[in-house]
């Protein structure tokens, strides 16, 4: 039985124009691309150009505001509290970077040995995580009120403490103890990234390590560290762009007390902009952040496109 | 599992892992007993003798009962879901047709685009709130649901985009040069063919999504004025603190309802999870 | 009409010229196959055919149509690939329907082609399942399935076997030349596997480099291939090749270097007659190589010593060393050889080629 080429009998298909348009990959992509645009172009593009326009005015709330040139900047730069913030910021995200850099590893290692309840393990250890972060910050609070802070009935218990600790009313210890919540929150976000990196390592090649003669502090510094490299830096530069410009844990913990002590700039922006109503003067404070972004998203860029061109 | 003596297994395994554990997941069992703990013994000072933090003999209901018939708890979490569901499909949306655009076709300006999605990093909700509360309100959204839904996309569509890049790579062109063979479109090539093969990651794109939104803080503090239209987290701060004084047995049972809805999805979730984190990651 | 024609093709990427003024004719029903090594310009070839890839310059004419700028679902055509492209999420049914739903067939007609491919593939039994569940070889017959329903003008393969393994690919050559018997349709064959070239086609392409070097039947390309480079890649073992010196006058040449030296036979010497002192490749066939038992013309032998026996079982390979360099023979399972035997070899006159040293043309 020959099967020969019959003319299809399907009735020709007659293409629209929008069809034919739509064949083409640049105006497919445009379609594809245009929802995208437009939000994108609405509320980040427009709001970053006003923003910077506010942030050279002198506008108030409820009052248009005039042309000041820098005048906004010269204020904070003089500013005590601005000082105080842009010190906080860097030291609150290089500390907790560190911390939760070294502590996820740890127990990116750690998780990645092969124990019984292993995802239980896995899934838990995500919660800080996936739990909106004021709410948990908030029992954090509670875990840290000065009357009735379980870490100090903990301590004195345990005979560590004699009178209370002020986790939250001394200014040193209340940046502290931000930092502390902070690290809580991160460590899963670490852990799991770098555990997903660990798991594409081939093991055979810390078996040879092994057979070498590597002991498992040098298999993880020649073998380990610089495979997981790529995966820690992506994670590290992204990490420390959310921790730059963190907001909630700051607000919910001290609201930036005690007395501007634990400012960071999204908070004291906050503060100053919608809280006093000074929204010129917290625009400027907002767009103080972005130098910092900035040279933080091209070190990403760079880096990945050297492992792209790798 | 590690090799040599046991006493060693202990000591650098399981007690680390332990402790890692324990310190994690503490306050949230910290935030389930204070929610069922009368107020006579949350309100007794640390150093009172007979103080049982750790578990409470009496558990009682009057705090959730509190929180659901005296204040807006429930309007406030039917905002939030709402808010967030709406906000996520249009994102989700969004980053499938961005991201195939970017994974599988071939236009100028390719490489910008991709990098200018990439850039919205730049600037982050903390850096926009102030302007782009102003124009929230002169586009007559302040105050609504709207305000939220719209905005939101702007921090969700660059992760979905990103997300779903990294699954649609991993789909053979094959399919799709097949079915185009086979007589589709491209539009119906990459609807009836390349989506449905990547479902997995519109769901890890979709949960993670959801959550981010439930998370979201800033824009919803400042965009929000009236109780009745606040989302969970915002509610739960302004609302359940009057003047100085915190009533924290509401606000425990607060903390803990309004996890509830991330976490059951969670618990259903996990892998795709999991994947979001180590996808977004890695591409 | 199913004919297809190349017409001065030509493919760039990005400053890569990947195919180079390719002129084709495929006759209506001919399986014609594309042959050559990673690289060379084949795969991007039909492609072009298939439309999904853009033409930089010249045409493709299925039938009498030019279809440059026609997309793929307008040109008629049905492809198999390498990897069967077969849809994940439905199942073979549906896979093998797709093309005839979106081209808006009836459910019954649709149902009655199925049925029919299903039927020549010996996938009947499989219709319902999805193609995770499947072998390479059921997935391969569901991809070929899929082309068949669709009733195409040509047919398109993408190294359809690479995929599977040695026996299974020997066993669906012979159906796919039985198929292609009883479709009768034109198609197009891409493959770097020089076996299923020679076996499947009724005309094969040599391409390198993005340019065709010969065009023809599978024997004529074997015994008479235009240039080094197709003499070498046609034939397992390859041909041996050597660079040797042209020597003598008129109708006593001798090609020759260190070790080796043969007499030009008459019917070759005018041919060589341009070359006398000067250095061609001569290109002799394993199986050109036999073991002079003594009466042969003393001008055709040579003599060489066995450094490795391989026997195959059907034949054996014998590694020779000649001079300073080794040639394969390939003689019958009963010979007696082992390492280290000095032995005379006697080539066919009529089986020897030349090629020019810096062309590599045949001479």
């Known amino acids: ?310 | ?283 | 009409m199913a004919r297809v024609l190349l017409h001065n093709l030509n493919k760039m990427f990005d400053g890569v010229h990947a195919v180079k003024d390719v002129n084709l004719e495929i006759r209506d029903k001919e399986f014609v196959v594309l042959v050559g090594p990673s690289g060379c310009g084949k795969t991007t070839t039909l492609r072009m055919v298939a439309g999904l890839e853009s033409i930089t310059s010249g045409d493709v004419l299925i039938g009498d149509t030019v279809v440059n700028n026609l997309p793929p679902m307008d040109r008629d055509i049905a492809m198999v690939f390498q990897n069967y492209a077969l849809y994940p999420h439905m199942t073979v049914y549906d896979n093998m329907a797709f093309g005839l739903k979106m081209r808006k067939f009836e459910r019954t007609e649709i149902g009655t082609r199925v049925q029919e491919a299903a039927e020549i593939l010996g996938i009947q039994n499989l219709l319902k399942r999805k193609p995770r569940q499947l072998s390479g070889g059921q997935r391969q017959r569901v991809a070929l399935g899929r082309a068949i329903v669709r009733h195409p003008r040509v047919f398109l393969f993408d190294e359809p076997l690479s995929n599977l393994d040695a026996k299974l690919r020997v066993q669906m050559r012979v159906e796919l030349k039985k198929l292609h018997t009883r479709l009768n349709t034109t198609a197009i064959y891409v493959t770097h596997d020089q076996v299923e070239a020679m076996t499947l086609g009724d005309r094969v392409v040599v391409m390198r480099d993005g340019v065709v070097q010969q065009v023809g039947e599978p024997l004529e390309l074997y015994n008479a291939p235009v240039n080094r480079f197709v003499a070498g890649f046609l034939g397992s073992p390859g041909m041996n090749f050597a660079a040797v010196r042209v020597s003598g006058e008129k109708d006593a040449l001798r090609a020759h270097k260190p070790g080796f030296g043969i007499e030009v036979p008459p019917e070759l010497a005018p041919r060589l007659a341009p070359y006398v002192e000067r250095d061609v490749t001569i290109g002799i066939r394993p199986e050109d190589l036999h073991l002079s038992n003594g009466s042969d013309a003393a001008g055709l032998c040579f003599d060489a010593v066995v450094e490795v026996v391989e026997k195959l079982g059907s034949e054996i390979l014998l590694d020779l060393q000649v001079g300073d360099q080794t040639m394969v023979a390939a003689v019958e399972p009963t010979v007696r050889a082992k390492r280290g035997d000095k032995l005379r070899f006697v080539v066919r006159p009529d089986r020897l080629h030349f090629f020019d040293k810096a062309s590599e043309a045949a001479i």
């Open chain 2, 1 to 283: 599992m590690i090799e040599g003596a046991k006493w060693r297994r202990w000591v650098f395994f399981y007690i680390p892992l332990g402790v890692f554990v324990f310190v994690l997941l503490f306050p949230f069992y910290w935030m389930m007993v204070t929610t069922v703990r009368p107020d006579s013994e949350l309100y007794r000072p640390w150093m009172a003798p007979n103080y049982t933090p750790f578990w409470t003999l009496h558990p009682t209901l009057e705090h959730i009962q509190y929180l659901l018939g005296e204040t807006l708890f429930s309007t406030w979490m039917w905002n939030t879901l709402l808010i967030s569901i709406v906000a996520t499909i249009i994102s989700v949306f969004c980053g499938l047709l961005a991201g195939y655009a970017l994974s599988r076709l071939h236009f100028p300006f390719a490489g910008s685009l991709g990098t200018g999605i990439f850039i919205t990093y730049l600037v982050p909700q903390t850096l926009l709130f102030i302007p782009l509360a102003d124009i929230i309100r002169n586009f007559r959204l302040g105050d609504t649901p709207w305000a939220l839904i719209l905005t939101y996309p702007t921090f969700l569509i660059p992760f979905c985009t990103w997300l779903l890049m990294g699954y649609f790579k991993a789909i053979p062109r094959e399919l799709e040069e097949c079915a185009r063979i086979d007589g589709a479109t491209r539009w119906k090539a990459m609807v009836y063919i390349v989506f449905p093969v990547a479902v997995p990651g519109i769901l890890s794109a979709g949960i993670f999504a959801f959550t981010l939104s439930w998370n979201e803080f800033i824009y919803a503090l400042v965009f929000l004025s009236s109780p009745a239209q606040k989302t969970v987290p915002v509610g739960v701060t302004s609302e359940l603190i009057r003047g100085d004084v915190f009533y924290w047995g509401p606000l425990m049972a607060g903390a803990l309802l309004g996890s509830i809805p991330v976490a059951i999805i969670y618990s259903f979730f996990v892998e795709h999870y999991v994947a979001g984190v180590t996808g977004a990651v890695k591409g």
């Open chain 1, 1 to 310: 039985m020959a099967v020969a080429y019959v003319p299809t009998s399907a009735p020709a298909e007659r293409h629209s124009l929008v069809s034919r348009l739509l064949e083409d990959e640049r105006w497919l992509a445009l379609a594809l691309f245009l929802p995208t645009v437009v939000i994108l172009g609405l509320f980040i593009a427009y709001p970053f150009v006003e923003g910077v326009l506010l942030a050279v005015t002198d506008a108030k709330v409820g009052v248009p505001g005039h042309f000041v040139g820098l005048n906004n900047f010269a204020k904070l730069w003089n500013d005590s509290i601005f000082q105080t913030a842009v010190w906080n910021t860097f030291w609150y995200t290089g500390v907790t970077t560190v911390f939760k850099l070294a502590l996820g590893l740890w127990l990116a290692l750690l998780l990645n040995r092969h124990f019984k309840g292993k995802a239980i393990t896995r899934a838990f250890v995500l919660l800080p995580f996936i739990i909106p972060t004021v709410l948990s910050t908030f029992a954090w609070k509670w875990m840290f009120d000065p009357t009735f802070s379980v870490i100090n009935w903990t301590l004195y218990r345990l005979g560590l403490i004699h009178g209370r600790i002020n986790w939250l009313s001394d200014p040193d210890l209340a940046m502290i103890s931000v930092i502390i919540v902070n690290i809580w929150r991160g460590v899963p976000f670490y852990a799991i990234s770098l555990l997903a990196g660990l798991q594409t390592i081939n093991p055979e090649l810390q078996e040879a390590a092994a057979i070498d003669g590597a002991r498992p502090w040098q298999r993880f510094w020649h073998v380990t560290w610089p495979l997981l490299l790529p995966v820690t830096m992506v994670v590290v530069l992204f990490s420390v762009i959310q921790t730059f410009a963190d907001f909630q844990l700051v607000y919910v913990l001290t609201g930036g007390g005690p007395a501007n002590a634990t400012h960071l700039f999204a908070t004291y922006a906050y503060q100053v902009g919608i809280g006093t109503g000074l929204l010129s003067e917290g625009a400027a404070i907002s767009l103080a952040m972005f130098p910092v972004l900035l040279i933080v998203v091209v070190i990403q860029l760079l880096y990945i496109r050297r492992v792209e061109t790798h």
